[in-house]
């Protein structure tokens, strides 16, 4: 049974930084693309980050881009969501998602396995 465990979330202030983690286990976790989502209060869950098996190709929602970073340790089965200069608008229940695949994935339906999410405050 595959397990996705997200950590790592808080308040902090703006312009801060906070590194999620989602730990996986049941996953052969090498040869799936990994993604982050988030869902806002009142919205719908959007597209963050996503990271490729291989680890060498990522791709970025343009609100994050330049501030945020998604990397893969395939020896501890965790993908990372690194987050710097945080604003206001970046609260929000961050979810972590896998899918067995080479390629990017953007879309929700696209990933087949998810994470109970982890709440992120981010204060002005």
């Known amino acids: 049974q595959v397990h996705l465990v997200e950590s790592g979330g808080g308040l902090v202030q703006a312009g801060g930084s906070l590194r999620l983690s989602c730990a996986t286990s049941g996953l052969t976790f090498s040869v799936a693309t990994m993604g982050w989502f988030r869902q806002a209060p009142g919205k719908e869950r959007e597209f963050v980050a996503t990271?490729?098996?291989?680890?060498?190709?990522?791709d970025y929602a343009d609100s994050v881009k330049g501030r945020f970073a998604i990397s893969r340790d395939n020896a501890k089965n965790t993908v990372y969501l690194h987050m710097n200069s945080l604003k206001p608008e970046d609260t929000a229940v961050y979810y972590c998602?896998?899918?067995?695949?080479?390629?990017?994935?953007?879309?929700?339906?696209?990933?087949?396995?998810w994470g109970q999410g982890t709440h992120v405050t981010v204060s002005s």
């Open positions: 998602a896998s899918v067995y695949g080479g390629n990017w994935y953007k879309r929700q339906d696209e990933y087949t396995y």
């Open positions: 990271i490729k098996r291989s680890g060498g190709g990522t």
